[in-house]
């Protein structure tokens, strides 16, 4: 289906080469210059500007960072400065667990004390530990007070987490990622208007509005993935969001007890749509010129067809065909469409093919699969 995945994956192959070749250089220019400064009696590393180690810290992992404290008196703080930090501290530990999450703790706030605002681009905060995940609060607290562009808050324990007001009001956020049960408790003010990249998974949202008042807070926003699952209270999911250009929605609800269910996709600007849906089935599409691909899969494509038939690029997953075919619609004309994967199996989707072709005047490229 995706004919451009390859050039993509093909990128970031060689985007992860490179920065793992560079981060070799690092740490042997690391050597070398500790090398030099011995053997020569002068320390060159020292006259390197703040700015120049601080960028080499992050290409290297917090384990290496905090090793060049030791190289001299003025390195013992200098790698706190680093503009990355991955702080991860993982659901299972070996040893001594308390003393191993303690030290974790300790770090983190050693870090973000010695920041003094100074800013940091990128910052994950991932804890899969009960003691830790307690620290998530004003750990992010602080990352925000470091004006950080990239921002990841994860933990996947089932006990539910609050985060802070100040991040839903950050005005130097370009990229947000929130992954575990966190109410998103809003404030009556709420205002992001750097951010455009948002993932969302688990997250409990409280209403329909609170949910529709957190992406209308977003007017740069162009790429949002939420993952919902049961508990999140959410039953109209309303996505109106102009600048929105890439969306993906996992939808794993299995019952929304006694709310009123329906999606309302309002993306004048969308060109990549992914919907993976066994829940909902009222869905309600505006027609997007913009629309070059779309993914569908789940027993939610029926509502959906009319909204996206001005798609270049389609694929519709096996069970997707399968609720086209107990329902036997009337297909709306794709005159846009040139290449189409379907997913069909022995017993089901043969039946729909001719109707799918004759809606399909354009179609040059027709895959027919059983993994889609």
Not at 309 to 325: E, R
Request: hydrophobic fraction near 45%.
């Amino acid at each position: 289906m995706l004919r451009h995945s390859t050039s993509l994956f093909d990128k970031a192959y060689l985007s992860d080469l490179f920065i793992y070749f560079f981060h070799i250089f690092i740490l042997q220019f690391i050597r070398v210059m500790e090398d030099s400064s011995t053997t020569n009696g002068e320390d060159w590393i020292s006259r390197l500007p703040d700015s120049l180690l601080c960028h080499i810290f992050s290409f290297l992992s917090p384990k290496e960072a905090v090793g060049t404290s030791i190289l001299s008196k003025r390195w013992e703080n200098l790698w706190t400065l680093s503009p990355v930090f991955i702080f991860v501290i993982p659901l299972r530990l070996t040893g001594n667990y308390m003393n191993k999450v303690n030290c974790f703790i300790d770090y983190v706030n050693r870090v973000l004390a010695h920041r003094d605002g100074f800013a940091i681009e990128k910052c994950n905060l991932s804890c899969y530990t009960l003691h830790a995940s307690a620290h998530l609060y004003s750990w992010t607290c602080a990352a925000i007070a470091c004006m950080v562009l990239e921002l990841t808050i994860e933990s996947e324990l089932f006990r539910v987490g609050q985060l802070p007001w100040c991040l839903l009001t950050c005005k130097t956020l370009v990229d947000l990622k929130i992954h575990g049960r966190f109410v998103l408790n809003f404030p009556t003010f709420i205002c992001l208007p750097t951010l455009k990249f948002l993932y969302l998974n688990s997250v409990i949202y409280g209403d329909d509005a609170s949910m529709q008042k957190l992406f209308s807070s977003c007017p740069v926003l162009e790429d949002l993935v939420i993952k919902r699952h049961d508990w999140d209270g959410v039953g109209i999911m309303n996505i109106s969001v102009p600048s929105l250009k890439r969306s993906i929605f996992s939808l794993s609800l299995r019952s929304i007890g006694n709310y009123e269910y329906k999606v309302v996709i309002n993306t004048p600007n969308l060109e990549y749509l992914e919907i993976d849906d066994y829940m909902y089935e009222d869905y309600s599409v505006n027609s997007t010129p913009s629309l070059v691909e779309a993914c569908i899969q789940g027993t939610c494509v029926f509502g959906l067809l009319d909204g996206i038939s001005q798609v270049k690029l389609l694929a519709l997953s096996g069970d997707a065909m399968q609720s086209l075919h107990n329902i036997v619609p009337i297909l709306p004309t794709f005159h846009n469409l040139t290449h189409l994967k379907l997913g069909i199996d022995d017993n089901v989707g043969w039946e729909l093919l001719p109707n799918i072709l004759q809606t399909s005047p354009n179609l040059k490229v027709l895959t027919l699969s059983r993994d889609l």
